[in-house]
């Protein structure tokens, strides 16, 4: 079956740094990726949807220039959180577009806490 | 109103209870449905893609009701592994990409 890692698990970091999670598709190719974050009890909020070799579609409310997405090869796509504040500690999960049926494949997620 | 409902739950039920789930869901233009799975700070897991015909898989079956946008999920003879977090999602299409809408979930407690 597809399998997406994402790495780091969890982080921490301090208020102001920028923290970097990556996103791979390690048996497949993906042309889109999506980020997505959850907070606690609410359910998966798309961010944007990362497609390879172009600018990544950001959702409305997620600022482009605070998460950046990079997407420059079809097995990896990044997110950086930028000047992390701790509002942005959240559970952030990428997923893939396995080209069968609008199915998605999840990465297994990277809890930030920004203190 | 949230472009996908859900009843929260908790559904607290017996092992071996049938359980049933609702989901409706506002755009009309949505093409795929399906339901996923959630356990506590993991990552969803898809459990079923949800077909106009219906589907069933083990001990789950699904079903769409277009004309309702009605969406269900019904789990028999229910075990402790099936606790979880059931979430409802819907395909739709933007103007380059398609995108998954989520449900907020529902909860489901098994109990021995």
């Known amino acids: 079956g597809a399998v997406v890692s994402q790495h780091p698990s969890w982080v921490i970091c301090k208020s102001g740094t920028s923290v970097k999670i990556e996103c791979r598709s390690l048996?497949?190719?993906?042309?889109?990726m999506f980020w997505y974050r959850q907070f606690p009890k609410q359910s998966l909020m798309l961010m944007a949807t990362?497609?390879?070799?172009?600018?990544?579609?950001?959702e409305q409310g997620v600022e482009k220039d605070k998460f950046l997405i990079n997407h420059a090869s079809l097995t990896l796509s990044t997110l950086t959180v930028t000047s992390a504040h701790p509002e942005d500690s959240s559970f952030y999960i990428c997923?893939?577009?396995?080209?069968?049926?609008?199915?998605?494949?999840f990465g297994p997620g990277t809890r930030l806490t920004v203190t | 109103r949230k472009e996908v409902e859900q009843d929260p739950g908790p559904f607290n039920v017996p092992e071996g209870a049938t359980v049933a789930f609702n989901c409706t869901y506002s755009?009309?233009?949505?093409?795929?449905f399906f339901w996923y799975r959630q356990d506590c700070r993991k990552e969803p897991k898809l459990l079923m893609s949800?077909?106009?015909s219906g589907n069933e898989d083990g001990r789950f079956t699904a079903q769409l009701n277009r004309a309702s946008q009605y969406i269900s999920l019904l789990i028999r003879d229910s075990k402790l592994s099936d606790s979880a977090t059931y979430l409802c999602?819907?395909?739709?299409?933007?103007?380059?990409?398609?995108?998954?809408?989520f449900g907020s979930g529902t909860r489901l407690l098994v109990r021995p």
């Open positions: 997923s893939a577009d396995v080209g069968q049926g609008y199915e998605q494949y």
């Open positions: 048996d497949f190719q993906a042309t889109t």
């Open positions: 990362s497609n390879e070799g172009s600018k990544a579609t950001y």
């Open positions: 755009n009309s233009a949505s093409q795929s």
């Open positions: 949800v077909y106009s």
């Open positions: 999602v819907v395909n739709i299409f933007g103007d380059s990409s398609y995108k998954l809408i």
